[in-house]
């Protein structure tokens, strides 16, 4: 079974300065990667995915993601966050052989200061 | 904008009684999913839809049932609401992008308070 570990459930940072979210996941076959991103009292909306190819994926709203296979880890970037970037980030993956369901991690609550 | 809208949005009730939470979408997807979101948890998948009639088990199906009679409605019942049954619930779609990945997107959610 896969599983995904969000290793800091909360992050603070200052406006402008570059922001990190780390995700491992644990998965014994070939996995789908995902970022989504929620604001407050609003459902998921995603930032980004890794199906294949390149392993740093450009999303929007000027985030990245690289995917690290031999630490089995899919890390979350920002250079530089505005204020509106305050919300709750979740990572998730999708097994090749498992259709479309998705396995989320705990998410990670980013709160970012003027 | 996936076309996806949840009712009630906000609802209040006792335990015990059954409740019934309604996934409508407007785009004809095959998939449908209900997740609960609770605090540390992320996400959990509870039951998905593949098709009409179609409904298959999640990670955390007990104490819920759905049914999908038209494709456009996935509705989720708890047929005894308890006190535990207390979170947001979301329901997904899916949809064929370009690159051949079935992308889920999400509706507004449903916060649920089991008194």
């Known amino acids: 079974a896969q599983s995904v570990t969000q290793l800091d459930s909360q992050v603070p940072v200052f406006e402008e300065a570059p922001v990190e979210l780390r995700c491992n996941y644990s998965?014994?076959?070939?996995?789908?990667l995902f970022w989504y991103v929620q604001y407050p009292n609003q459902g998921l909306q995603l930032l980004l995915k890794?199906?294949?190819?390149?392993?740093l994926v450009k999303g929007i709203n000027g985030f990245e993601a690289e995917f690290n296979k031999s630490q089995t880890s899919f890390h979350l970037r920002k250079p530089s966050v505005h204020i509106s970037d305050t919300a709750e980030y979740f990572c998730a993956v999708s097994e090749r052989a498992a259709g479309n369901k998705l396995t989320f991690g705990g998410g990670t609550r980013v709160l970012v200061k003027p | 904008d996936a076309g996806i809208t949840q009712s009630p949005r906000h609802k209040v009730t006792e335990t015990g009684t059954p409740v019934t939470l309604r996934c409508h979408q407007t785009?004809?997807?095959?998939?449908m999913y209900w997740y609960r979101q609770d605090p540390g948890h992320g996400l959990r998948l509870i039951h998905y839809s593949y098709g009409v009639k179609d409904t298959d088990k999640g990670e955390v199906s007990d104490g819920y049932s759905v049914s999908r009679s038209k494709t456009e409605d996935f509705l989720l019942t708890l047929e005894s609401a308890t006190s535990s049954q207390t979170s947001v619930y979301f329901c997904?779609?899916?949809?064929?992008?370009?690159?051949?990945?079935?992308?889920?997107?999400f509706g507004p959610g449903t916060r649920l308070l089991v008194l």
């Open positions: 890794y199906l294949s190819g390149s392993t």
């Open positions: 998965s014994s076959v070939s996995v789908y």
């Open positions: 785009e004809n997807h095959r998939y």
């Open positions: 997904a779609i899916s949809d064929l992008a370009g690159d051949g990945y079935e992308t889920q997107y």
